[in-house]
């Protein structure tokens, strides 16, 4: 995992989420329809805690989670300044396959956000899957991101030069049979793991969670470009442009072409195998 350190130690992860609003709007709109009223919510894999900030500024009791200590540290720098650390019962550095130190059964809510699509081995993605059940309490709700492989082929081949190796057929096909993309170019995205749409809900359930929805964080929003968001912008239809997207994220025709998956789950109370 230390390629996944290192790239996000220099990213500046906080600009992504402030020039790409769209995800975090349609998350957090569904995310507030299943949230418990109040009560403990794990923030795992946390990055800078844009969510996280948002939990506290609406009264949970947050603990912070994530792989990088700079994100971690920036984090903790957010929260300072915007009057929050009291909402937070810790700020760690962790794996999300080995939540060390974390209590079982002691979250209201958890989200994972960001670390399923960085583990690129199965064993590493059910590992993750289990802490996240082993942590939440019976019947708490779960939100996990996911990456579309269907949306990483059309991205692929709309631009090929930016995307490699998926600059030609014999990688594209090798991406589409194991969904494991490692960028050629240094300092770009690390290395993911995309999952097919179809196999999101199977995943889960098979690892003691009862599926509640499917979202696409992005929708047909990740299909346009800045001009063309502009000219709804301009028209004055911004907020009716979003409020389609909030619509179409349940639609399972749109999931595919969305950039990120978000599921959402309850753990059931019955114990795993």
Same mark, same amino acid.
């Given at each position: 995992?230390?390629?996944?350190?290192?790239?996000?130690?220099?990213?500046?992860?906080?600009?992504?989420?402030?020039?790409?609003?769209?995800?975090? &709007?349609?998350?957090?709109?569904?995310?507030?329809?299943?949230?418990?009223?109040?009560?403990?919510?794990?923030?795992?894999?946390?990055?800078?805690?844009?969510?996280?900030?948002?939990?506290?500024?609406?009264?949970?009791?947050?603990?912070?989670?994530?792989?990088?200590?700079?994100?971690?540290?920036?984090?903790?720098?957010?929260?300072?300044?915007?009057?929050?650390?009291?909402?937070?019962?810790?700020?760690?550095?962790?794996?999300?396959?080995?939540?060390?130190?974390?209590?079982?059964?002691?979250?209201?809510?958890?989200?994972?956000? +960001?670390? #399923?699509?960085?583990?690129?081995?199965?064993?590493?993605?059910?590992?993750?899957?289990?802490?996240?059940?082993?942590?939440?309490?019976?019947?708490?709700?779960?939100?996990?991101? *996911?990456?579309?492989?269907?949306?990483? &082929?059309?991205?692929?081949? #709309?631009?090929?030069? *930016?995307?490699?190796?998926?600059?030609?057929?014999?990688?594209?096909?090798?991406?589409?049979?194991?969904?494991?993309?490692?960028?050629?170019?240094?300092?770009?995205?690390?290395?993911?793991?995309?999952?097919?749409?179809?196999?999101?809900?199977?995943?889960?359930?098979?690892?003691?969670?009862?599926?509640?929805?499917? &979202?696409?964080?992005?929708?047909?929003?990740?299909?346009?470009?800045?001009?063309?968001?502009?000219?709804?912008?301009?028209?004055?239809?911004?907020?009716?442009? &979003?409020?389609?997207?909030?619509?179409?994220?349940?639609?399972?025709?749109?999931?595919?072409?969305?950039?990120?998956?978000?599921?959402? +789950?309850?753990?059931?109370?019955?114990?795993?195998?």
């Amino acid at each position: 995992m230390s390629n996944v350190v290192e790239y996000y130690s220099g990213f500046d992860e906080w600009g992504r989420l402030d020039r790409e609003p769209l995800e975090f &709007i349609i998350n957090w709109h569904y995310m507030k329809q299943y949230l418990p009223g109040s009560g403990n919510v794990l923030d795992n894999g946390a990055g800078p805690g844009k969510y996280s900030l948002e939990l506290a500024k609406h009264g949970y009791n947050v603990t912070l989670a994530d792989l990088t200590p700079h994100l971690v540290d920036l984090a903790k720098e957010k929260a300072d300044e915007l009057g929050l650390s009291h909402k937070f019962g810790g700020f760690h550095v962790l794996n999300a396959t080995h939540l060390a130190g974390l209590s079982n059964e002691v979250f209201d809510a958890s989200l994972m956000l +960001g670390p #399923l699509y960085h583990l690129q081995k199965e064993d590493e993605r059910i590992a993750a899957v289990r802490e996240l059940h082993r942590v939440t309490k019976n019947n708490g709700v779960v939100f996990v991101a *996911f990456q579309s492989r269907m949306r990483m &082929i059309l991205t692929s081949l #709309l631009f090929p030069q *930016f995307w490699q190796p998926n600059d030609n057929m014999d990688s594209i096909h090798r991406f589409i049979e194991d969904g494991i993309f490692n960028h050629r170019d240094k300092g770009r995205f690390t290395g993911a793991y995309y999952y097919n749409v179809e196999e999101i809900k199977p995943f889960m359930e098979s690892h003691g969670f009862e599926t509640v929805d499917l &979202i696409g964080s992005s929708n047909l929003g990740a299909l346009l470009n800045d001009e063309q968001k502009q000219y709804w912008s301009e028209r004055g239809d911004k907020e009716k442009w &979003i409020d389609l997207l909030l619509k179409l994220a349940r639609d399972p025709s749109v999931l595919g072409v969305s950039s990120h998956l978000l599921y959402i +789950g309850r753990k059931k109370s019955s114990v795993l195998p």
